[in-house]
């Protein structure tokens, strides 16, 4: 009965921390663009990109000879 002295004290600060955490992401604006996270992994960043002329692809063709 008496580690309820201290765990009841702790559980409401780890709570209250939470709350202030919470507080502070809304300031913050954490939580305003909720559509650009899915709309980020659908982009495929892993292709390499388009040369812009053909010499960039001629000098890409080297390096993997």
Request: hydrophobic share 45%; aromatic share 6%; net charge negative.
């Amino acid at each position: 009965m008496n580690v309820l002295v201290y765990l009841v004290p702790l559980a409401l600060m780890l709570g209250g921390l939470g709350l202030v955490a919470f507080l502070w992401s809304l300031k913050s604006g954490q939580y305003e663009d909720l559509e650009g996270a899915a709309v980020r992994v659908l982009s495929d960043d892993d292709l390499p990109e388009t040369p812009s002329d053909g010499r960039a692809a001629d000098r890409s063709r080297e390096r993997v000879k």
